[in-house]
């Protein structure tokens, strides 16, 4: 489940230390310039998804915000990558493709109150690291 699409202006949930409660920061119709401590993600439009819990947390959660984002079902270039934790643009980023990487999140869910996503739509990350 993706949570409710904050409004603009509208503050941030407050989630207690047990809660299992978190948000997604999506930042997207950007595009990533530079590679490395340079990496940069510009022209971003950024959305903010409160109320996501963790115990129904999935891939198709990542796959509703794209649609709620009017991005279809993506299509074959775009990819979604989030900073592991601690991490932030100059190092890598980890691409979300299945389960495999939601579970992750929601076992640190109780930890961490924002996850923070970059909607890479021509592909950018792969094309400059070689790596997918």
């Known amino acids: 489940m ?4 904050r409004a603009e202006a509208e503050p941030p949930p407050m989630y207690g230390a047990d809660s299992t409660d978190f ?3 999506v930042h997207h119709g950007g595009f990533f310039c530079g590679i490395g401590q340079n990496h940069a ?9 409160d109320d ?3 115990d129904f947390w999935s891939f198709l959660g990542i796959e509703e915000i ?5 991005y279809g079902m ?3 270039s775009l990819r979604v990558h989030w900073p592991l934790l601690g991490k932030d643009l100059s190092d890598e980023l980890r691409i ?3 389960d495999e990487e939601t579970l992750v999140m929601k076992q640190v869910a109780n930890r961490v109150k924002t996850f923070v996503l970059y909607y890479d739509h021509y592909n950018h990350v792969a094309n400059n690291t070689g790596k997918t």
């Open 66 to 70: 794209t649609l709620r984002l009017d």
């Open 41 to 49: 993600y510009l022209n971003e439009k950024v959305s903010l998804f």
């Open 23 to 25: 948000i997604v920061k």
């Open 2 to 5: 993706a949570g409710r699409l």
């Open 52 to 54: 996501c819990k963790a």
């Open 96 to 98: 979300i493709t299945s």
């Open 74 to 76: 993506g299509g074959p």
